[in-house]
């Protein structure tokens, strides 16, 4: 019978300090998963896994090592102890490396209060097949869809334990549930496909199944006869599935990591505007429910709520241990870890303040231009900021949406497409980035 996870890291510890480590720290996962994907009303693959995967980094005077296992034995969690004190030796040093010092350690957090665990019984198989065919037959219901390419349903449970050999150790556990749906419409070399879907660590929370496909349906139809927009320069409305990730890169430019190595285009920006005056980017790890919640950090700090950009001005850095001692500053508690590799600076639930304006009002008020709804790929100079992504989606002619856009690439610098966003009111309160739509003006369309 396998230990408890808060007595693998204890062992985990042990062993370390047996091998010879000056210091470490141990994280224990447990996780259970299960998915079903269904075709024409059949099941056509079901998977379930369970396994536990332990985790341990040493430190021998200012060099480290982490090394990880998925077998659990006396002697398995002894020979990682030794294998990783050896490699310590042998690794360069590092003089910001290290554990967190005592005063800095989480003294108390209240996981209940995050609610990330739903405590109704896990959901059958057949109850998830069940969800993924209203899925699939609520898209086939959509006229002119001409079949739903996948349509799954899963469920995935963690337990979590990490310790650190100065005095840390702290728990939680952790559900989620999803539901979605791809759907294709049309023919030959004119098909189109679009998708919905929905997770939520709550299965009472989860949005209904023919909701989501009816939606999948409903989107890929309007993808439909797809023309390429004209070249030049037009304002840019990023639907709020897609415009998270503008944010996405504003984050990424105050990472810790960025910082120190001065790889980011806001690398000098501390205390400047970066937004427009009436916006912030605050960031709460505390939001119940929410994918990003966490009660500490990967390094056992506390998390905290903090205000990232405040009415435009960049207030911080994103900071673990290690990037705050490079540049000489607290750590932020948003070290993230697996149980293979070492911390890294990484956000939690981030909420960007909303506009006053619908989605349907920034359509009016935009004039002519490209309504963003998908992206792919990307050119980003994280340096200079330079933005070059392919995008597809719907033609704003005089306001009123007019037919479908492909082909297209959007172009622009993100420091100038920071400053001039203008946010709608439609975003999803639930999600870990509650980001609206987002209308950028004077971005570089190139199409036919």
């Known amino acids: 019978m396998p230990q408890p996870l808060d007595a693998l890291t204890k062992s985990l510890l042990q062993a370390a300090r047996a091998a010879g480590a000056d ?39 200012h060099r480290s090592a982490t090394v990880s296992a998925s077998d659990t034995s006396t002697r398995t969690i002894e020979e990682m102890a030794e294998r990783a004190v050896a490699m310590a030796k042998e690794a360069p040093e590092d003089p910001y490396a290290g554990l967190a010092s005592a005063d800095q350690l989480a003294k108390t957090f209240d996981v209940a209060a995050l609610e990330l665990c739903d405590p109704t019984p896990e959901p059958t198989p057949k109850a998830l097949q069940e969800d993924a065919a209203r899925a699939e037959a609520a898209g086939l219901a959509v006229k002119g869809v001409s079949q739903v390419q996948s349509a799954s349903a899963g469920y995935g449970a963690q337990e979590v334990h990490f310790a650190t050999s100065n005095g840390f150790e702290g728990g939680y556990s952790r559900t989620d549930r999803a539901l979605s749906c791809v759907a294709i419409a049309g023919t030959g ?61 504003l984050l990424g430019a105050i990472n810790g990591q960025s910082i120190a190595r001065g790889a980011s285009f806001l690398r000098d920006a501390m205390g400047t505007q970066v937004l427009p005056a009436h916006l912030s980017v605050i960031e709460d790890p505390h939001r119940p429910r929410t994918g990003g919640s966490r009660p500490f950090d990967g390094e056992g700090l506390p998390t905290a709520k903090r ?37 890294m600076p990484t956000n939690w639930n981030i909420e960007l303040t909303q506009g006053t304006a619908s989605f349907d009002g920034l359509v009016r008020d935009m004039g002519t231009g490209l309504l963003v709804t998908s992206m792919i790929g990307s050119t980003i100079n994280p340096n200079t900021g330079d933005y070059s992504r392919g995008a597809a989606g719907l033609w704003v002619e005089n306001g009123e949406i007019t037919h479908t856009i492909n082909e297209c690439t959007i172009a622009g610098n993100l420091r100038d497409m920071l400053m001039a966003m203008i946010p709608a009111n439609d975003a999803r309160p639930h999600l870990s980035r509650v980001v609206p739509s987002l209308l950028v003006s004077g971005m570089t369309l190139a199409g036919a």
Not at 31 to 59: M, W, Y
Not at 326 to 336: E, R, S, Y
């Open 307 to 343: 205000t990232i950009v405040e009415n435009g001005i960049l207030q911080g850095w994103t900071l673990d241990l290690a990037t705050a001692r490079k540049l000489d500053m607290a750590p932020t508690g948003n070290a993230a870890r697996s149980t293979s590799s070492g911390p």
């Open 189 to 249: 070399a004119g098909m189109e496909r679009d998708y919905d879907g929905d997770s939520r660590i709550y299965q009472a929370d989860l949005r209904d199944a023919e909701e989501i496909g009816t939606r999948a349906g409903t989107r890929a139809l309007a993808r439909l006869d797809a023309r390429k927009p004209p070249t030049g320069a037009y304002p840019v409305l990023f639907d709020e599935r897609v415009a998270s990730s503008l944010i996405g890169h």
């Open 23 to 61: 210091g470490a720290d141990a994280k224990a996962v447990q996780a259970t998963s299960l998915s079903v994907d269904v075709r024409g009303g059949t099941l056509e693959q079901a998977e379930r896994s369970e396994g536990i995967d332990i985790g341990l980094r040493v430190f021998v005077g």
